[in-house]
């Protein structure tokens, strides 16, 4: 161009050339800004999951030695070690973001804080974050390169690989690995000094040239989200690899809870309860079997073929059992998990034991509370949770026997100068006698019989019934006991042609005198049996009621 004269058209087209160049710059140069900004996002919302994973694990982490301090603790404490560096790393980049915004838009701090950050939650916690596209010179270069490389390599730039390199070294160690491990990111320039990148015309250049020389701000922010995550995925790799080298061979849980053991599920007044708490842990991914019989006091290898097989439900047996049979039950079983190392079946036996006390409905007025003399008086004795073999009854007057499995109380006389009969028992529990309380009963005589002839006590009643009968029979009415009364005598008598006529009778039979009698009356004459004497089981004499028929 220089060798000749352009004539206006040529200036004018050249003018053009240079216009329309300029503009498919400019939009190649906001095609490539909104990539950045898409490209950005999506580091942050990386950064947000991983962040959120890391915060589980150590929790997780954080679980195993709550439990086993001693076997945990020196992993734990590298772990809470490594969480420390890289959050100091991670709040110096963000550091270095909020510093390449104030550089670049020459706004102080307050003004960079009111205009480009935004308040927002993340991961339950509230913070300020960036927002990229509200900065207006985020396709500037000029000022954040100064800021980044200046002479003499005193930029920040230098700065952050030192600080990237002093984790990865921290990080490195922590994982046994060797310093040119691929494994761990935050790679800057390698120890031997060697320039291992190269600009677009093939230039070798340093890391920090290469990341943050003529690096627009978009770009820059982008670069160090990106190197956030490889400090998180650091982070999490580590923590993975120290959680895991707790024990290989141990069985990892992810569930914890609180249980109570009780020695006993019964506990009487004056009795020490007694339990265990502890803290439970177990993982609701493991497969796991039990086998079970009732019965026995301990597991024995023989049991398999009789024994119930239970499967269980996200890392928890659950044991159900029918209550047919009343007192102390005792079973055994194991459980079966799988190794997770050799993938062999391990075995871990348990045994255990409960009560079960039938159920029943006790109405027991004070006043009523009866023993009486001369007769077998049945008692039901009974403490919830205990069997009755383990139940010692002893009754301060009279005798308390067994019989048949049930408790009867026989006094033969009322006792001198007392008129209540008391019921006490003891059980032992845990090699302690425990007392289970007492009961008082009223002493009384069983009540006087009802004398009957044919079933009647007075009335009309058909001579031959009344023959049939042939004798006055002690009745007891309403009375639940099975016992018997004995006439002892009676006296008869009766009008005859207008003259008394009486006969004194032994036993409750009629004689031949007392049935001639009746045999000879005429309708509406009327019987008398008074006087009857009778003995009760008590060994007491009775005056009963007297019996007055009429002929029909």
Known sequence: MAGYKETPRQKMIAMMYLV????????????????????????????????AKIREKYAEFENQYTMNPNKVGPYWNRAQNVETEAEKLIEYLDF????????????????????????????????????????????????TTFYMMRENKSGEAYTLSEKMKVYRDTVLNVMNLPENSTRVGLITNPPSGDLIYKDA?????????????????????????????????????????????VSEKDFKFDNVAAKIIPKSTYVFKGQKYEAEVLVAAYDSKTQLNSKYVQGADTWKPTDVNRAKTVEGEEGTIKLEFNTNAEGLQKYAGIIEMRDPVTND????????????????????????NVFYIGVDNP????????????????????????????????????????????????????DANISLGKSDFRVKRVPDPTAEIGGMSNGDIDKNVLLAAAAIIPNMKDFEFDLYFIVKSYTFGAIINGDWVQKNVKGNVFTDDVKNIIRN????????????????????????NPVNLELK
């Open 379 to 430: 008692v039901s004795i009974s403490a919830a949770g205990l069997s009755k073999d383990q139940i010692n009854p002893t009754i301060n007057i009279g005798k308390l026997t067994k019989k048949d499995g049930e408790w009867m109380v026989r006094i033969d006389k009322r006792p001198d100068g007392k008129s209540m009969a008391t019921i006490s028992a003891t059980a032992k529990i845990d």
């Open 521 to 544: 009356g005429k309708r509406k004459q009327k019987f008398f049996f008074e006087n009857i004497q009778a003995s009760g089981p008590d060994g007491t004499n009775r005056r009963l």
């Open 20 to 51: 329309l160049t300029a503009l498919l710059a400019l939009n190649v140069s906001k095609e490539i800004l909104d990539a950045f900004l898409v490209v950005n996002k999506s580091m942050e919302s990386t950064n947000e999951s991983l962040t």
């Open 96 to 143: 270095i973001k909020y510093k390449l915004v104030e550089v670049s838009e020459r706004k102080d701090s307050t003004e960079i804080m009111n205009l480009y950050y935004i308040d927002t939650v993340i991961n339950g916690v509230s913070k300020k974050v960036l927002d990229l596209r509200a900065v207006p010179t985020k396709d500037k270069f000029d000022a």
């Open 201 to 245: 015309g093939g230039q070798p250049q340093d890391w920090e040239q290469h990341n943050f020389y003529h690096t627009i701000l978009a770009a820059d922010i982008t670069i160090l989200n990106k190197i956030i995550a490889e400090v998180r995925s650091a982070e999490f790799n580590t923590l993975n690899f120290l959680y895991a080298s």
């Open 345 to 368: 079946i391990v075995t871990y036996p348990y045994e255990g034991s409960y009560y079960v006390a039938p159920p029943s409905l006790t109405v027991a007025p004070l006043k009523m």
